[in-house]
Each structure stands twice: as structure tokens, then as C-alpha cells.
């Protein structure tokens, strides 16, 4: 049986993401969380959710070193922030330090669904960093130079790892050997000097992708 654990330290939005969820998983265990302390209580106490919904700035913890510490109770858990931050580098930040997704609290509870089914599937949710501007985050966007680098059917790779697809839904995207796509993939980290595909999709301007697939 499903078992989320929603981690909010505002009773409101708690409550409408947990209707939200009862709403679209009827069938799921619903557990929440008021802090990062009530947090690690419920997951020290034996508590193994499929998917941990966190907001990063809670009443006795603010921040990315939040999700550090939650993230060492439950190493295999996915989390999903839930998050009013639009830093950039934050996003960024969390993404680096293993969280699955990202969704904005001033985004639609369709966005949040998305990104539940998503994560729940193994695969990635983030916002479009293009409509936030930071300029320690801005210098990370990989630049029309680099991705010329990569072949045509590495850009096309790279465009699914964007939409957070794994690499099983690659090779039946592409119609190519599971092999075949981790062969790409590394060679997409090697030429754009990350180290892993999130910080690939992450670091990436999906218009200037679309201009190099189109050419």
C-alpha cells in the first residue's frame, strides 16, 4: 500500500495537500509531519514512505541542510520539496543534494499531482528555471557552445532527460538499445562536464535545445 509522509509546518497548506493527495490516492496512508523533528520521529520510529513531500523552511529548520538531514534517516526515500523559494540556486541546490523534484507552493495542485506521479515512477520533476533570475544560478546554463558538442541523437537524449524520463523510457522513445542510451548518457556528462544527468537537465536551456534539434 502507498505511504506518503507530508512534512509542513503550515496547517493549511498541509491539509490541502493531503486532500489533494486522499484525493488522487484514495487507497494511500497518509502521514504528516509539523517540523523536521516530528519528521525524523515518524522515520526513527520505523516509518517507510514511498515518497516524502518537504517543505525546506519549517518551524525548527530552515533550509537545504533540512533535506541533509532528513535525506540521512531515509537514504533510499524519494523527496519531493514543496517549497514558496525561487531562487535558482536553491532549486539547484536541493536537486544536487538528491531530492527528486521541486514544485512551487504558487503553482496549480495539478502541478504537484504531476510531479507525485512522476516521482512515484522514478523520474524527475522541476520547474522551468528560465522564468527565475539569479545570477549564481545563471552562470550554470549550459551555453549554445557546449551542447553543439553533443551529436544529434545525444541532444535528443538529453531532451528526455530533461522531461525526466529514465533510461528504460529512453531507449523505447528512441527505439535504441538500453546500452546504447547509457553510452550517450555518459558521454553527455563527460562533454558537459557534470556529474549527473539531473545536473545535466538542470543546468540546461530547453529553447536553445529545441533550436539545436530543429537545425
Known amino acids: 500500500m502507498l505511504q506518503l509522509l507530508v512534512v509542513d509546518d503550515h496547517p493549511i497548506l498541509r491539509d490541502a495537500v493531503v486532500a489533494s493527495l486522499q484525493s488522487q ?3 494511500a496512508v497518509l502521514t504528516q509531519a509539523d517540523s523536521l523533528g516530528a ?3 515518524h522515520l526513527q520510529a ?3 514512505p514511498d515518497l516524502i513531500l518537504f517543505d525546506l523552511n519549517l518551524g525548527d529548520h530552515q533550509g537545504v541542510s533540512g533535506l541533509q538531514i532528513a535525506r540521512q534517516q531515509a537514504p533510499y526515500t524519494p523527496f519531493l520539496i514543496i517549497s514558496a523559494e525561487q531562487n535558482k540556486q536553491v532549486i539547484l ?9 521541486f514544485v512551487l507552493k504558487s503553482q496549480p495542485s495539478q502541478a504537484l499531482m504531476e510531479a507525485v506521479e512522476l516521482v512515484l515512477a522514478g523520474k524527475i520533476y522541476f520547474p522551468d528555471l528560465s522564468q527565475f533570475s539569479n545570477s549564481s544560478a545563471d552562470q550554470t546554463l549550459l551555453t549554445k557552445d557546449e551542447l553543439k558538442q553533443l551529436t544529434n541523437k545525444q541532444l535528443q537524449v ?3 532527460i530533461a522531461e ?3 533510461n528504460k523510457d529512453i531507449c523505447l522513445r528512441l527505439c535504441i538499445a538500453e546500452t546504447t542510451v547509457k553510452t550517450h548518457v555518459s558521454e ?3 562533454k558537459l562536464g557534470v556529474k549527473n544527468r539531473t545536473q545535466a537537465a538542470l543546468a540546461l536551456d530547453k529553447d ?3 533550436e539545436l534539434l530543429a537545425n
Open 46 to 48: 520505523g516509518l517507510d
Open 164 to 166: 525526466g524520463c529514465a
Open 25 to 27: 490516492y484514495p487507497q
Open 188 to 190: 553527455i556528462l563527460r
Open 158 to 160: 538529453l531532451a528526455l
Open 39 to 41: 519528521c525524523l520521529q
Open 208 to 210: 536553445l535545445l529545441q
Open 93 to 101: 541546490n536541493c536537486l544536487s543534494e538528491g531530492a527528486a523534484g
